[in-house]
C-alpha cells in the first residue's frame, strides 16, 4: 500500500512539474513585457521571447510573406485562373447594379465627385468640340467649290426641282397681283412712280383722266406672268445663277454668310438635338438603358481582362513598389505586446493548452516510471 501512494504521489508530482513547467514555457513566450531588474542585473528571459525579438519577428514574416505566400507567381496563378474572373465579373455586375438600383441622376453622380457646374462645362466643351471640328473641315473645303463638296445627288435634286420653283414663284406672283391687296399694292407703286417724275407724270394723269392707270397694268403684268417665255427666262436666270452658285468656291460662301453666324447656327441647332437639362436630370438607369445589355455582356468581361492584363504585366514592379514585407514589418511593430499575445493565443490558444495539458501527462508518467524504479531499486 506504501508503495502504491508512493508512486501515485510521485506521478501527481510529476504531471504537476510537467504541465507547470509547459505552461510557464508558454507564458515565456510573452511575458514578461518588459527586462526586469534586480541590483542593476537584468533577470534572465526577461522580457519574453516574443516581446524581445518582435522587430526580427515582424522583419522574418514580412519576408516569408513575400516570398512564400504573396510571390508574383502565385498571384499571377490567381488572376489567370478562370474562377477569378468568373467571380470578379459577378461581382463587378452586382456593384454596377445596386448603383443603379440607387435611382441616383447624372446630376447628383457629378455632384459627389464635386462636379457641381457639370451642365456649363459639359455646353462648353460640346461647343469647343463644334468649332474644332468646323475649323478642321472647313480646312480642306474652302478652295473647293461647292459642287465638288456637295454630294451628287443632292445637286440633281436641286435642279430637278428647278422648274417647279419657278412655276410656284410665278403661280404666287400672279395669284399676289390678282388679289385686291395686291392690286392696291400695285396702285399705289404707280402712284409713286408717277409722283416722282414731275411733269411727265403730271401729262399722264391727264391723259388718263379718271380712268384708273392700274387697272389697265394689272392684266397685263397678270398676262406677262402668265405667258410661257416668262417661264422660259425665269429658268434661264434661275439655271444659270444655280451654275454660278455651284462653281463658286466655299471660302466665298464663308465670307459672305461670315463664320460666326455659321457657327451659332450649327450651335443652336446642336443645342436643340441635345437637351442637356433635361439629360443631367435623367436617372442613370434610364440614361444607360440602351446599352445595358451590352455593358453587362460585353463591357464588363472586356474590363476585366484589360484590368486583368494590365496587372499581369506590371505585377512584380507594382510588389516591389508597394514593399509589402515593410508595410507587414512596420504593422506588426505597431501592435502592442498585449494585441501580439490576443493574436497569437486566438489563433493557437487551443493547441498551447494541449500542450500544457501533455507536459502534465509527461511528467506524471515520468513519476510512475520513477516510483516503478524506485520500487525495483
Given at each position: 500500500?506504501?508503495?502504491?501512494?508512493?508512486?501515485?504521489?510521485?506521478?501527481?508530482?510529476?504531471?504537476?512539474?510537467?504541465?507547470?513547467?509547459?505552461?510557464?514555457?508558454?507564458?515565456?513566450?510573452?511575458?514578461?513585457?518588459?527586462?526586469?531588474?534586480?541590483l542593476g542585473k537584468r533577470i534572465p528571459f526577461t522580457p519574453g521571447l516574443i516581446p524581445k525579438r518582435r522587430s526580427e519577428?515582424?522583419?522574418?514574416?514580412?519576408?516569408?510573406?513575400?516570398?512564400?505566400?504573396?510571390?508574383?507567381?502565385?498571384?499571377?496563378?490567381?488572376?489567370?485562373?478562370?474562377?477569378?474572373?468568373?467571380?470578379?465579373?459577378?461581382?463587378?455586375?452586382?456593384?454596377?447594379?445596386?448603383?443603379?438600383?440607387?435611382?441616383?441622376?447624372?446630376?447628383?453622380?457629378?455632384?459627389?465627385?464635386?462636379?457641381?457646374?457639370?451642365?456649363?462645362?459639359?455646353?462648353?466643351?460640346?461647343?469647343?468640340?463644334?468649332?474644332?471640328?468646323?475649323?478642321?473641315?472647313?480646312?480642306?473645303?474652302?478652295?473647293?467649290?461647292?459642287?465638288?463638296?456637295?454630294?451628287?445627288?443632292?445637286?440633281?435634286?436641286?435642279?430637278?426641282?428647278?422648274?417647279?420653283?419657278?412655276?410656284?414663284?410665278?403661280?404666287?406672283?400672279?395669284?399676289?397681283?390678282?388679289?385686291?391687296?395686291?392690286?392696291?399694292?400695285?396702285?399705289?407703286?404707280?402712284?409713286?412712280?408717277?409722283?416722282?417724275?414731275?411733269?411727265?407724270?403730271?401729262?399722264?394723269?391727264?391723259?388718263?383722266?379718271?380712268?384708273?392707270?392700274?387697272?389697265?397694268?394689272?392684266?397685263?403684268?397678270?398676262?406677262?406672268?402668265?405667258?410661257?417665255?416668262?417661264?422660259?427666262?425665269?429658268?434661264?436666270?434661275?439655271?444659270?445663277?444655280?451654275?454660278?452658285?455651284?462653281?463658286?468656291?466655299?471660302?466665298?460662301?464663308?465670307?459672305?454668310?461670315?463664320?460666326?453666324?455659321?457657327?451659332?447656327?450649327?450651335?443652336?441647332?446642336?443645342?436643340?438635338?441635345?437637351?442637356?437639362?433635361?439629360?443631367?436630370?435623367?436617372?442613370?438607369?434610364?440614361?444607360?438603358?440602351?446599352?445595358?445589355?451590352?455593358?453587362?455582356?460585353?463591357?464588363?468581361?472586356?474590363?476585366?481582362?484589360?484590368?486583368?492584363?494590365?496587372?499581369l504585366e506590371k505585377l512584380e514592379e507594382l510588389l516591389q513598389r508597394l514593399k509589402l514585407?515593410?508595410?507587414?514589418?512596420?504593422?506588426?511593430?505597431?501592435?502592442?505586446?498585449?494585441?501580439?499575445?490576443?493574436?497569437?493565443?486566438?489563433?493557437?490558444?487551443?493547441?498551447?493548452?494541449?500542450?500544457?495539458?501533455?507536459?502534465?501527462?509527461?511528467?506524471?508518467?515520468?513519476?510512475?516510471?520513477?516510483?516503478?524504479?524506485?520500487?525495483?531499486?
Amino acid at each position: 500500500m506504501d508503495i502504491v501512494m508512493t508512486i501515485l504521489i510521485m506521478m501527481v508530482i510529476g504531471a504537476v512539474i510537467g504541465g507547470w513547467t509547459n505552461s510557464l514555457a508558454i507564458k515565456m513566450l510573452f511575458r514578461p513585457f518588459k527586462p526586469i531588474y534586480i541590483l542593476g542585473k537584468r533577470i534572465p528571459f526577461t522580457p519574453g521571447l516574443i516581446p524581445k525579438r518582435r522587430s526580427e519577428l515582424a522583419q522574418q514574416l514580412g519576408k516569408i510573406v513575400m516570398e512564400h505566400l504573396l510571390t508574383a507567381d502565385s498571384m499571377k496563378k490567381k488572376l489567370e485562373s478562370s474562377s477569378f474572373k468568373e467571380n470578379a465579373e459577378g461581382w463587378m455586375r452586382g456593384e454596377i447594379n445596386r448603383f443603379l438600383d440607387k435611382e441616383e441622376t447624372i446630376q447628383q453622380v457629378l455632384d459627389k465627385f464635386g462636379i457641381n457646374n457639370a451642365e456649363e462645362i459639359m455646353r462648353g466643351n460640346i461647343q469647343q468640340i463644334v468649332t474644332t471640328k468646323y475649323e478642321e473641315v472647313m480646312t480642306g473645303l474652302r478652295q473647293k467649290p461647292i459642287q465638288q463638296v456637295v454630294p451628287a445627288n443632292l445637286l440633281h435634286s436641286v435642279e430637278h426641282h428647278i422648274p417647279s420653283v419657278a412655276e410656284f414663284v410665278l403661280n404666287k406672283a400672279i395669284t399676289h397681283f390678282e388679289n385686291p391687296e395686291g392690286k392696291q399694292q400695285l396702285a399705289r407703286m404707280i402712284n409713286d412712280f408717277i409722283a416722282t417724275r414731275g411733269k411727265l407724270g403730271s401729262f399722264v394723269q391727264m391723259f388718263m383722266g379718271n380712268y384708273p392707270l392700274v387697272d389697265k397694268v394689272q392684266p397685263e403684268i397678270i398676262k406677262f406672268l402668265k405667258h410661257d417665255g416668262t417661264k422660259d427666262v425665269l429658268l434661264n436666270v434661275m439655271y444659270r445663277e444655280w451654275n454660278k452658285l455651284k462653281e463658286m468656291e466655299m471660302s466665298e460662301i464663308e465670307n459672305r454668310i461670315t463664320k460666326d453666324v455659321i457657327l451659332s447656327a450649327i450651335h443652336t441647332a446642336v443645342g436643340r438635338t441635345i437637351d442637356l437639362p433635361m439629360w443631367m436630370n435623367k436617372k442613370v438607369k434610364e440614361a444607360i438603358k440602351p446599352i445595358y445589355p451590352w455593358l453587362m455582356e460585353q463591357m464588363v468581361p472586356t474590363t476585366i481582362n484589360v484590368f486583368s492584363k494590365m496587372l499581369l504585366e506590371k505585377l512584380e514592379e507594382l510588389l516591389q513598389r508597394l514593399k509589402l514585407d515593410e508595410l507587414i514589418r512596420d504593422q506588426v511593430e505597431s501592435f502592442s505586446l498585449e494585441e501580439v499575445e490576443e493574436m497569437v493565443l486566438s489563433v493557437s490558444g487551443r493547441e498551447l493548452k494541449l500542450i500544457t495539458y501533455l507536459g502534465a501527462v509527461l511528467g506524471g508518467l515520468i513519476g510512475f516510471l520513477q516510483g516503478v524504479l524506485v520500487l525495483f531499486l
